[in-house]
């Protein structure tokens, strides 16, 4: 069983396995339809497309949920049914930003307890590197009845991360650009800075210099200085690239660190929440 990341060359020999499913994950903030248009055009054979906004978000409601609020759990079960996954399906997910993307479904499979779901190490880049084919191939689907078990303290909310933020023993990570976390520049919410008391560790120093995610060793060593899981809550600017930090912090073997989903697209929703800049 995959259940952090798998390689182009593990997944390759896979593709016609009726037990194995790929997704992709494709999606750009600047364009939300460009995954979509780049899946029709050629994809993984047999892969199925999911939609940040569509399959991987619930509705967003203007002042109350942040940019990407997770579906409720009867929706992502509903969602993972349909597509066929069952308890013993090895699911495969992957993108065109080594990861930072695909890692959020891959997080709410295991979130609703599906072990059997990996990253595809360096995304769509390190198959095409390899050579492998890619075609407008899409794998018939045959519904189940997914069994979900949410891990509901998987969860920190703002309330719980507002007083994690000042708890002793407890870290709170912000995941995004050093630029945008000091509150420099903000490309995208309304309001720039960070949660009061959050560090920062932004996500993408989880690769390597050929985008590749780096070894177990070298992620323990870059969470060394973090306390155990449940006392671990990363978030981002919508709990999308957040969740590769915590994709990151299991393949170092560290355990299932929090989640904060609404993130800091949530955080500033409420005006009377602190912020931090600098």
């Known amino acids: 069983m995959f259940n952090t990341i798998i390689s182009a060359a593990e997944l390759a020999p896979e593709l016609a396995n009726p037990n194995w499913l790929v997704i992709d994950c494709r999606h750009d903030l600047a364009d939300t339809e460009s995954g979509r248009r780049a899946y029709l055009e050629a994809h993984i054979p047999g892969a199925r497309f999911a939609h940040m906004d569509e399959d991987l978000s619930g509705p967003i409601i203007p002042g109350t949920t942040g940019r990407h609020p997770l579906p409720c759990v009867t929706v992502m079960k509903q969602l993972f049914g349909h597509w066929g996954i069952s308890p013993t399906t090895q699911v495969v997910v992957y993108d065109d930003k080594r990861g930072a993307i695909a890692a959020r479904l891959w997080w709410m499979l295991r979130f609703l307890g599906h072990d059997a ?22 794998k018939k689907l045959n519904p189940v009845n997914f069994v979900a078990k949410a891990q ?109 989903p609404g993130s800091w697209s949530d955080w500033i929703t409420d005006e009377g929440r602190e912020i931090s800049v600098a």
């Open 117 to 138: 779901v990996a990253v595809l190490d360096g995304g769509l880049a390190s198959w095409e590197k390899a050579g492998l084919p890619q075609n407008t191939e899409v």
């Open 152 to 260: 509901e303290n998987w969860i920190n909310d703002a309330m719980a991360v507002d007083q994690l933020r000042v708890t002793p023993g407890a870290v709170v990570i912000d995941s995004r650009t050093p630029e945008r976390y000091r509150g420099e520049v903000e490309p995208i919410d309304p309001v720039a800075g960070h949660v009061p008391g959050a560090i920062n560790m932004p996500f993408a120093d989880n690769w390597t210099s050929e985008g590749l995610l780096k070894s177990p060793e070298e992620l323990r060593t870059r969470f060394a200085a973090l306390p155990e899981a449940e006392q671990t809550t990363f978030y981002c600017g919508s709990g999308v690239t957040a969740c590769h930090n915590i994709l990151a912090y299991a393949h170092a073997g560290l355990g299932n660190a929090r989640l904060y």
